[in-house]
């Protein structure tokens, strides 16, 4: 158990619609990161988030949007959902903002339909 | 980021050393070597780093050449829970903060 939990485990949802992911980090970690693993894609980054601020951004469709509250947890908003867009979200959290040393959730798995 | 090379999959026997190696000639002086696994669907998990010392903990030990272009990965007593897709990143220390995961082995421990 990494110490991150993520919420939803599974979401099955249709074309067009919009969820929210939602991640709380380990204890005293202050920075999240979102990837997105799919079947054609392996693992790719999304965003990071440090303290409340957009710290980084990778391969983030604008139809995906993330935020960061002032508890620390992170939720992903996906909108206009499309098939493609199904695939494991993974949220990750590390103590430092540059530190490559992250620990993973267990992951959300997407279904659109 | 310096590009990394590894074999697409690995087989072990349980309780024998799993060696998992990782080629990464274009290393520059301030890029560290992580691997990090992940077991079937379940989110990837930190292994270890080093930068040009060899390194160990409770889960691995990395061996990583004088030349640092080349990196081994080694799991003492490899169990069935030890199955996975293993991935080896380099990264600078300032360097960005995502991690970029190839296709990593596949190390698969049979009994």
């Known amino acids: 158990d990494s110490g991150v939990t993520q919420t939803p485990k599974h979401l099955i949802t249709a074309t067009g619609q919009r969820v929210t992911l939602r991640c709380s980090p380990r204890?005293?970690?202050?920075?999240v990161y979102w990837y997105q693993q799919s079947l054609d894609q392996g693992l790719q980054f999304l965003i990071q988030y440090y303290n409340g601020e957009e710290r980084a951004k990778g391969n983030i469709l604008e139809r995906f949007s993330a935020q960061q509250f002032p508890d620390l947890h992170s939720e992903l908003n996906l909108s206009s959902l499309e098939l493609g867009d199904s695939a494991l979200y993974f949220c990750?959290?590390?103590?430092?903002?540059?530190?490559?040393?992250?620990?993973f959730g267990p992951g959300t798995r997407l279904t659109v339909t | 980021d310096a590009k990394t090379t590894q074999p697409p999959s690995m087989d072990c026997a349980e309780g024998r050393a799993a060696n998992l190696p990782c080629n990464h000639s274009t290393i520059s002086g301030n890029e560290y070597v992580y691997w990090y696994r992940q077991i079937h669907s379940q989110g990837p998990q930190y292994i270890i780093h080093g930068l040009k010392n060899n390194e160990t903990n409770e889960m691995a030990s990395l061996i990583i050449t004088e030349d640092r272009k080349s990196s081994t990965l080694i799991l003492p007593h490899a169990t069935l829970r030890d199955t996975a897709v293993y991935y080896c990143i380099v990264k600078g220390a300032v360097d960005g903060n995502k991690l970029v995961f190839g296709a990593g082995t596949i190390l698969r421990v049979k009994s």
């Open positions: 204890s005293g970690d202050l920075s």
């Open positions: 990750a959290s590390s103590v430092a903002p540059s530190s490559y040393e992250q620990y």
